[in-house]
């Protein structure tokens, strides 16, 4: 359905109902136009999902490594190995809860 606007004054028309007939109403200077054939007065307008928001109530299905987490005390971790950044080095490995995310970095500690 497109926007009727009124002939007089080039408002748009809102759509009212008089009993049983639908009519078009200018906001502004009153004038009513009857609605001809079939109106949809309401439509149903679908909204994305929100993203992102609340808490995390899934567990990550690629924690399968047993270890205790530090944070929530879950058994369940996964690893990441992040590589190299300087060829000296060695590589960057993370063990991230299966529950709540939180990372622990493993490996070679250097003093």
Aim: glycine share 10%; aromatic share 6%.
């Amino acid at each position: 359905m497109g926007i009727n606007f009124c002939k007089k004054c080039g408002v748009p028309l809102e759509l009212k109902k008089r009993g049983v007939d639908r009519v078009f109403r200018c906001k502004k200077c009153d004038s009513v136009n009857q609605a001809k054939g079939h109106v949809i007065s309401n439509e149903k307008v679908q909204h994305e999902k929100e993203r992102g928001t609340g808490v995390k109530k899934d567990e990550n299905i690629f924690a399968t490594y047993h270890h205790n987490c530090k944070k929530c005390g879950y058994d369940k971790v996964q690893v990441l190995d992040l590589g190299v950044f300087i060829s000296d080095e060695d590589n960057l490995i993370l063990l991230q809860c299966g529950r709540c995310g939180y990372s622990e970095r493993i490996g070679r500690k250097t003093s």
